[in-house]
């Protein structure tokens, strides 16, 4: 009997001690790396006023993001993000590397921007309000069947 409840125990302990472990295990922050950045040998050999868009795609690799006004730079962006246990994922690091063009497709200027430089950008939320009231699908399938009229089908002649 006494040998049972000698199993029973360290049985126990081991159960404790792995759920610890386990516990400390699922609090070990985990990270994410998303982007891509050129290293800086490769940003080196990129001659101001000399190359061009296809000669640094082909040096360097695609952009990530080009700019939106005719096409006026390439944009690398490369974020490090730390998962730790049930708290909010936090972005540890993040780097942009830009490069301007000139109307002639030539590199203007290379600029390297890092978490510090960043200037957090409160986004608005506005919802358009639908003119649907609160009904469900069949009450507005069903509200129709008195409002349709042929003659507003395409196509359809008088």
């Known amino acids: ?26 609090c070990t922050p985990t990270f994410k790396n998303h982007g891509y950045i050129p290293p800086a040998e490769d940003l ?14 082909e040096a360097i690799g695609a952009p990530g993001i080009s700019g ?5 730079g390439y944009y ?17 690091s993040r780097e942009l590397v830009a490069i301007s063009f000139d109307q002639r497709g030539v590199v203007r200027n290379i600029e390297r921007f890092g978490l510090e430089d960043g200037v957090v950008v409160t986004l608005e939320r506005r919802v358009t309000e639908s003119s649907i009231q609160n009904n469900g699908f069949l009450r507005q399938l069903l509200g129709n069947i008195g409002n349709f009229n042929p003659a507003n089908i395409p196509g359809a002649t008088n």
């Open 44 to 57: 080196a050999e990129i001659k101001v006023g000399v190359d061009t868009r296809d000669t640094v795609a």
């Open 76 to 92: 690398y962006v490369a974020s490090r993000v730390r998962f730790y246990g049930p708290k909010r994922p936090e972005v540890v």
């Open 1 to 26: 009997m006494v040998m049972g409840v000698n199993k029973v125990k360290r049985a126990a302990k081991s159960l404790v001690f792995i759920a610890c472990l386990a516990a400390v295990a699922a």
């Open 68 to 72: 939106v006004v005719q096409d006026s």
